[in-house]
């Protein structure tokens, strides 16, 4: 079991860049989270889009590609998003435990 990590400490938390939505055949990315983005912002933005993934879910009727696509995109971004907040978090507990690890 990891420890857990103080609020006042994710508070304050930021985001590293994480690229991700590869559209072309070399890989590249088409969007990004930006580092520096705070966490807490960057979890509250996913809430938001999967709040909209649900609603088009459930609004969506018919066989067109649109619906489904849109969806799509809204996870992709959401799925960034908290990516790059759990990376965040994992950087921050490394470095809650090594300072605890220098202390004694």
Do not use: W
Not at 70 to 91: T, W
């Amino acid at each position: 079991m990891t420890d857990s990590i103080p609020l006042t400490t994710l508070a304050h938390a930021t985001l590293p860049s994480h690229a991700f939505f590869s559209l072309t055949p070399e890989r590249r990315p088409l969007f990004a989270v930006q580092e520096g983005t705070p966490l807490l912002d960057g979890l509250e933005m996913a809430s938001c889009i999967l709040s909209s993934v649900l609603s088009a879910a459930y609004a969506y009727e018919g066989d067109t590609d649109t619906g489904q696509t849109a969806v799509a995109y809204l996870i992709e971004m959401a799925k960034g998003i908290v990516d790059a907040s759990v990376e965040a978090c994992l950087h921050e507990a490394k470095i809650i435990r090594a300072n605890q690890e220098a202390r004694g």
